[in-house]
């Protein structure tokens, strides 16, 4: 999956076309470089590293009911409970 690039003069490289074309990087984009735990993270254009933060303030003001969790609870219990009793094929 990885491809060997060459530092060039002032730490240019060249990102490969067919990963450019994966990540939609056309001449021009700004893209973000992050380390991440000793390696460098490359993050193409239009990229949300935390896709929650994109929601917060949307339900501003909106409080959950106490039945509604408990609602809520139940769902997810039931769920659980479906997955781990499935029979091994």
Known sequence: MGKQVK???NGKI???ADMRQKLGISEGDY???EIVEGKILLLPPK???NPTDLLTGLA???ELTEPAKQELRKAAATRIK???TRKQG
């Open 31 to 33: 893209i973000t470089l």
């Open 82 to 84: 479906k997955k781990t």
């Open 60 to 62: 501003k003001d909106v």
């Open 14 to 16: 060249t990102i490969p």
């Open 47 to 49: 990229t949300v590293p």
């Open 7 to 9: 530092m060039l003069q």
